[in-house]
């Protein structure tokens, strides 16, 4: 059995080590116990890809060189026929994000989604320009009925192109048109992977990943770009908010509501509901102060950007909020939900709720949730929490809540960079070009109990502020950094290397942008497709100086984005073990030929410091080949806030002649 470990070395969060010595004490169990006791798989040849159960003349598990399947298959084919079959379930999990919420969005035109409503029309209008529906003289609700109904009928396309496709740089389209991956429909996307990888079909390993890349494109231009674009149409296009994350901001004397998951649909209404004065009236019916909302996870990103509500925290903290005892009701929708959280719960008083049709856990309450009576529902899911207040017993809640502000859309950045007058990225590629800004990385992705919680996020997020590299976020990789207070304006100064630090003195964002949940990674290519179109910093996204890293992945939607993202041009490196390490043939289609052909690539690399070099490798390389100068920080770091410090730093006369000079 596998060495348990340490409260330190499973996590780098205070607020979580507090929490997971708390479960041993109370003897509760946690992922992270869990991950030290599953031991690898004996053969080691599972989280390799070689192991394949496609039919029932298997398990086949290859664990010679030259083996094959009880059918032939090649230890690459299994390799690449088990990564394509992941990246198509993480495309159909949040496709399927997508799908609802477009079908939220027709309910509210045709007034049939109580208490939802088109909320910015501006994007509505954009999303109908991509879409190529004139809008003029429309009404919103009818030019909301037919945006919703083209992204509906986006799903079930069987020819052409998905709309999306037409906003990717011009060069990307036609090497995606060349090499035979051009999205057409999303489910037929899907469908094709699963059907290429059954036993008996596709078993030339490029093949198969090209399949797997053509739906990893309907997903990334496709199914989560829908999710991000009608979510921002219903609920509103982030800018920034002050919020707060860590276990910290559920409270001791409030109603505490967690809402984990990944959709904006219900827990929107939760939001609405919980501010409503009869329930708050209600809540203190129960000898509560209030009701008190936190998320977890995405369905956290989306309300933490929207509405400012406050963050649990990511992936691992799901456990850790039930073990406070705080938590009256954890309502779950989809996605990376634990199956260990209704039995964790019941160690509690905590009230465990699925609310989705297509997510049931066994030990859980289900109430279903239903866009026609959304509000009801939310109604009845606050009232739950508030009459379980009173069966609450001892509460540990860590002293850990740390300020961020995110918030950072595309069309925030757009309009930050640019001003008022004239949205642009002109400034943000100058600031590449001048070598103020070395490059930028794209840090998402998930955590995973395996390695210690946050510390990969953490150091590298670090060591690229340093080294001026400008940092986004998504996902609960967002939320790591938040909690250790990177992902606000004052980071900079700490953080920064000099030149990152003159831009964010210049225009007062953080050094690291917080853009969303995991879907909202189709806003990092419509950023990267704007900076190539803004001029200066080559004409595709695969020219930018620009590396996608997702240093503590664990879901198979990580898979997904890393694929679209490699497709769109982007040099993607995942952390921990690769699934398809004992495939020579399969990590050299991932990395040469991809790149040959697109111009990105998807690399495993298991350890911070090699992930770390490549990236900036990877961005000297860009930089070089657009004849941009060498990245050289002694250039920098002479003004704004740092020349007053060292200003204030001289003796007192020199001081004022540096400052008043000859008007003294
Ligand atoms: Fe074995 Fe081939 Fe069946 Fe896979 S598809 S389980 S390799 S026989
Ligand atoms: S929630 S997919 S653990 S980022 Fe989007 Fe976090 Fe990964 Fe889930």
New binding site residues.
């Given amino acids: 059995m596998a060495k348990k470990r340490t409260a330190e070395e499973r996590s780098i969060d205070h607020a979580s080590q507090q929490l997971l010595i708390r479960a041993d004490s109370l003897g509760l169990d946690t992922a992270f116990a869990r991950a030290d006791a599953m031991p690898a798989c004996p053969i080691g040849a599972g989280s390799s890809g070689l192991c394949?159960?496609?039919?029932?003349?298997?398990?086949?598990r290859?664990t010679k060189e030259g083996q094959?399947?009880?059918?032939?298959?090649t230890s690459s084919?299994?390799a690449a026929?088990n990564m394509a079959r992941a990246i198509a379930a993480g495309s159909a999990a949040h496709s399927d994000h997508g799908r609802d919420v477009a079908f939220t969005l027709l309910a509210a035109a045709e007034g049939e989604a109580q208490g939802y409503q088109v909320r910015d029309d501006v994007k509505l209008r954009a999303v109908a320009a991509y879409y190529g529906v004139p809008t003029a003289g429309k009404t919103t609700a009818a030019l909301a009925k037919e945006i919703a109904q083209k992204a509906i009928t986006e799903f079930g396309q069987q020819k052409g192109e998905l709309a999306f496709v037409k906003r990717a740089p011009k060069k990307r389209q036609d090497l995606w048109r060349k090499y035979g991956i051009a999205p057409r429909g999303i489910d037929r996307e899907v469908v094709d992977v699963l059907h290429r990888t059954h036993?008996?079909d596709d078993q030339h390993p490029e093949h198969i990943l090209k399949g797997a890349l053509r739906c990893a494109l309907a997903d990334g231009w496709g199914g989560s770009m829908i999710a991000t674009e009608l979510s921002d149409v219903l609920f509103g296009t982030p800018s920034p908010k002050v919020g707060q994350v860590n276990l910290g901001v559920l409270k001791d004397d409030e109603v505490n509501i967690v809402l984990h998951g990944h959709e904006p649909t219900l827990s929107e209404m939760i939001v609405a509901a919980a501010s409503e004065p009869e329930l708050i009236e209600y809540a203190k019916s129960k000898g509560a102060n209030g009701i008190n909302l936190a998320g977890i996870c995405c369905t956290s990103n989306e309300i933490l950007l929207r509405q400012g509500v406050a963050s649990a925290g990511n992936f691992l903290n799901q456990e850790l909020a039930l073990i406070t005892g705080a938590v009256e009701a954890m309502v779950v929708d989809v996605q990376c939900i634990m199956q260990a959280l209704p039995n964790l719960a019941a160690k509690f008083h905590t009230k465990f709720i699925t609310t989705s049709p297509k997510v049931m856990i066994q030990g859980g309450m289900h109430i279903e949730f239903d866009e026609h009576r959304a509000l009801d529902i939310a109604r009845q899911i606050v009232r739950v929490a508030c009459d379980n207040y009173p069966n609450r017993g001892e509460v540990v809640i860590p002293d850990d809540a740390q300020d961020l502000i995110p918030g950072f859309s595309h069309e925030y950045i757009n309009y930050m960079l640019g001003g008022s007058f004239r949205a642009s990225f002109r400034p943000l590629n100058d600031a590449i070009m001048s070598g103020r800004i070395r490059g930028v990385v794209a840090d998402v992705g998930c955590n995973n109990p395996r390695v210690t919680q946050d510390k990969s996020h953490a150091w590298l997020v670090r060591e690229f502020l340093k080294n001026d590299v400008l940092v986004v976020q998504t996902g609960c990789g967002a939320l790591a950094s938040g909690k250790l207070g990177l992902v606000t304006g004052e980071a900079a100064l700490e953080h920064a290397g000099p030149g990152l630090r003159e831009v964010c003195e210049a225009t007062g964002m953080p050094p690291v942008l917080h853009m969303g949940s995991c879907v909202d990674n189709t806003r990092i290519l419509t950023v990267l497709t704007q900076m190539a179109q803004e001029g200066g910093l080559g004409d595709d996204i695969a020219d930018i100086p620009a590396v996608g890293l997702a240093p503590e992945w664990m879901s198979e939607k990580a898979l997904a984005i890393g694929a679209y993202a490699a497709a769109s041009g982007a040099c993607v490196i995942f952390g921990l073990e690769s699934p398809v390490e004992y495939s020579d043939e399969v990590t050299r289609v991932m990395d040469e030929v991809w790149e040959k052909e697109l111009g990105g690539k998807l690399l495993f690399v298991s350890d911070d410091e090699t992930m770390f070099k490549k990236s900036l490798e990877h961005i000297d390389k860009k930089r070089a080949a657009l004849g941009l100068p060498e990245y050289d920080p002694s250039r920098f770091g002479r003004s704004g806030d740092q020349r007053m410090n060292d200003v204030l730093a001289l003796p007192l006369e020199t001081q004022a002649d540096v400052m008043y000079g000859g008007v003294r």
Avoid at 52 to 60: A, L, Q, S, V
Avoid at 68 to 73: E, R, S
């Fill in positions: 394949c159960k496609n039919c029932f003349m298997g398990p086949c290859i094959v399947g009880v059918c032939g298959a084919t299994i026929r036993m008996g």
